[in-house]
């Protein structure tokens, strides 16, 4: 009995790690990496997850919300990567054309 038990540990932890590998790789896929709005938009309509140098002021997050709003929803900030590519001296901002300071994932909920 116990051999069954552990065949079944063994089982569901290859589960486990297959159904993260396949996931891993489904988003690893779908991101996409920008520097302008044109590039920016369109990976929005690719509904792509974009990975995007921003200068992170509210007012310009609430311009990109009302220059993408359409029937499915305006793009927005998802989150900002801990662990940060690195922002080369003179990044601009992808909808301002600030400087940049930090890179941001940016995408539409659907």
Same mark, same amino acid.
């Given at each position: 009995?116990?051999?069954?038990?552990?065949?079944?540990?063994?089982?569901?932890?290859?589960?486990?790690?297959?159904?993260?590998?396949?996931?891993?790789?489904?988003?690893?896929?779908?991101?996409?990496?920008? $520097? *302008?709005?044109? !590039?920016?938009?369109? #990976?929005?309509?690719?509904?792509?997850?974009?990975?995007? @140098?921003?200068?992170? /002021?509210?007012?310009?997050?609430?311009?990109?919300?009302? $220059? *993408?709003?359409? !029937?499915?929803?305006? #793009?927005?900030?998802?989150?900002?990567?801990?662990?940060? @590519?690195?922002?080369? /001296?003179?990044?601009?901002?992808?909808?301002?054309?600030?400087?940049?300071?930090?890179?941001?994932?940016?995408?539409?909920?659907?």
């Amino acid at each position: 009995m116990a051999d069954v038990v552990d065949k079944v540990e063994e089982i569901l932890a290859k589960i486990q790690q297959n159904l993260f590998d396949v996931a891993k790789q489904k988003r690893d896929e779908s991101i996409k990496v920008v $520097r *302008t709005w044109d !590039e920016f938009s369109d #990976a929005l309509a690719q509904k792509k997850l974009i990975l995007a @140098p921003w200068c992170d /002021e509210e007012e310009v997050e609430k311009d990109v919300k009302k $220059r *993408t709003k359409g !029937e499915i929803g305006a #793009a927005k900030t998802l989150c900002t990567p801990f662990d940060q @590519p690195e922002l080369e /001296e003179g990044t601009l901002c992808f909808a301002s054309g600030k400087p940049a300071k930090k890179w941001s994932y940016w995408g539409r909920s659907y």
